[in-house]
T-cell receptor, first 116, second 115 residues
């Protein structure tokens, strides 16, 4: 079955600390990969995406992610977090192919709390 | 450019009733997907419509249905509501739908509470 696993459910960091959130997926075919963020009271917003090419992708607000195909992973990183990064982060996978059209498979989400 | 608009934002319904939720996609987007978000199950895919046709469906009972109109607006219907249907229902639109190299843009959601 297709699934996405996020390693951490709740992460607490101090400002300026580095962040890495793990994401692994289960699917044998080609996928598009995404990280979405949900700030308190706001809608899901795209942080970054990977379709093809350079496996290291950069997104908004200083976030980046690396796709490692052999490990089926797409980990999110940020060198120095800010209090405003407090939010819930979702890894999502979109399997390619007509039978998977329009479908995003989400991980369970990671709640990040940044202490000032 | 206006974002994805979902109405209503909040709903309270009684068990056994039915409910209809509405979603207006970003102008020019032809694909609309629906998701259910709950604390226990997270975000789960319900179905996707493109040009008025359902192209994909998740693992939800037949009580959950939807449709898309010629202007790409979509509605989702849940019949015979159960307490477990209480959730945040999210709509997402994209130009061509996932599978192609596009991203989904999400609305604020409709918070449904079944009592």
């Amino acid at each position: 079955a297709q699934s996405v696993s996020q390693h951490n459910h709740h992460v607490i960091l101090s400002e300026a600390a580095s962040l890495e959130l793990g994401c692994n997926y289960s699917y044998g075919g080609t996928v598009n990969l995404f990280w979405y963020v949900q700030y308190p009271g706001q809608h899901l917003q795209l942080l970054l995406k990977y379709f093809s090419g350079d496996p290291l992708v950069k997104g908004i607000k200083g976030f980046e992610a690396e796709f490692i195909k052999s490990k089926f992973s797409f980990n999110l990183r940020k060198p120095s977090v800010q209090w405003s990064d407090t939010a819930e982060y979702f890894c999502a996978v979109s399997p390619r192919g007509s039978s998977n059209t329009g479908k995003l498979i989400f991980g369970q989400g990671t709640t990040l709390q940044v202490k000032p | 450019k206006a974002g994805v608009t979902q109405t209503p934002r909040y709903l309270i319904k009684t068990r056994g009733q039915q409910v209809t939720l509405s979603c207006s996609p970003i102008s020019g987007h032809r694909s609309v997907s629906w998701y259910q978000q709950t604390p226990g199950q997270g975000l789960q895919f319900l179905f996707e419509y493109f040009s008025e046709t359902q192209r994909n469906k998740g693992n939800f009972p037949g009580r959950f249905s939807g449709r898309q109109f010629s202007n790409s607006r979509s509605e989702m219907n849940v019949s015979t509501l159960e307490l477990g249907d209480s959730a945040l229902y999210l709509c997402a639109s994209s130009p061509r739908g996932q599978g192609a190299n596009t991203e989904a843009f999400f609305g604020q959601g409709t918070r449904l509470t079944v009592v």
